[in-house]
């Protein structure tokens, strides 16, 4: 059974602060990682998408990826309130089909 | 605009009633999907689609079926053979299976009485 790890929180950062959101999976022959964002009621939305080792930047986030420790990170630089939501990993697997993790709350305190 | 769009946004059921959850692109996406979403919980996929005609079965696809007659929709029923219905449907695309990012439909909130 294929699976993504999440810790499902909820995590409280102060606003400005940085944001650290994990995910870890059992695939190994995954190939391509992603973070979309979900506010309450609606549907996700891609953050960021990481397919090599190592970081990847766009704005305040960078995605944070180790195939040989089977992780992927994202990090929220300046955190905003409206940076509040749930942060759920997907992990592409050798099928190309995704698998999601639970989601990490995310909550940024004013 | 291009996107994808799903109807209704909440429906209501009555147990032993089928139901089908419209999905339609305009993005000429090939690969289409449905998942559910519970409660505090991540996407399960229910079934998927990589060309019109042909669909395949995900990982909960017991008491649900869908149609491909054409690559713009891929309507799902929810049929009465689904003991728990109630949950939040989402509908993705994705140019091809290689693709990146699945773009996802506002969702369908589907409740049984």
């Known amino acids: 059974q294929k699976e993504v790890e999440q810790n499902s929180g909820p995590l409280s950062v102060p606003e400005g602060a940085i944001a650290s959101l994990n995910c870890t999976y059992s695939?190994?022959?995954?190939?391509?990682f992603f973070w979309y964002r979900q506010y309450s009621g609606k549907s996700p939305e891609l953050i960021m998408f990481?397919?090599s080792n190592g970081d990847k930047e766009d704005g305040r986030f960078t995605a944070q990826l180790n195939k040989a420790s089977q992780y992927v990170s994202l990090l929220i630089r300046d955190s905003q309130p409206s940076d509040s939501a749930t942060y759920l990993c997907?992990?592409?697997?050798?099928?190309?089909?995704?698998?999601w993790g639970a989601g990490t709350k995310l909550i940024i305190k004013p | 605009d291009g996107g994808i769009t799903q109807s209704p946004k909440y429906l209501f059921r009555k147990e032993g009633q089928n139901v089908t959850l419209s999905c339609e692109q305009n993005l000429n996406h090939d690969a289409m999907y449905w998942y559910r979403q519970d409660p505090g919980q991540g996407l399960r996929l229910i079934y998927y689609?990589?060309?019109?005609?042909?669909?395949q079965k995900g990982d909960i696809a017991e008491g649900y079926s869908v149609s491909r007659e054409k690559k713009e929709s891929f309507p799902l029923t929810v049929t009465s053979a689904q003991k728990n219905p109630t949950a939040f449907y989402l509908c993705?695309?994705?140019?091809?299976?290689?693709?990146?990012?699945?773009?996802f439909g506002p969702g369908t909130r589907l409740t049984v009485l």
């Open positions: 695939d190994r022959g995954s190939q391509s």
């Open positions: 993705a695309s994705v140019a091809d299976r290689t693709g990146n990012e699945q773009f």
């Open positions: 990481i397919y």
């Open positions: 689609s990589q060309i019109v005609n042909d669909f």
């Open positions: 997907a992990v592409k697997d050798s099928n190309y089909q995704l698998i």
